[in-house]
């Protein structure tokens, strides 16, 4: 996630339903935090996750997680405090 946006220091809170879904990489989709195929022309590929069930997810902005797409609060924001 190389061209996360490092400033926003939050990551995304969203309740998403069950469902194949894929995290924007590249920054150029119109439907962020989600892939509209726009990085075609560049050479970054979204992130493919699964979910099983509807459930809540933060998804990370700052690009530092190892837990990619989810927040794993390396940028120090607590995610279970929000």
Known sequence: MSNADTDTGMPIRLTLDAGIYYRC???????????DGAHQSGGQLPI???????QQVYLCCCGKTTKAPYCDES???????L
């Open 48 to 54: 493919r996750f699964e979910l099983k069930e509807r």
């Open 25 to 35: 990489c590249c920054g150029k989709s119109v439907n962020l935090p989600f892939c």
């Open 75 to 81: 940028c120090g924001v607590l995610v279970s405090k």
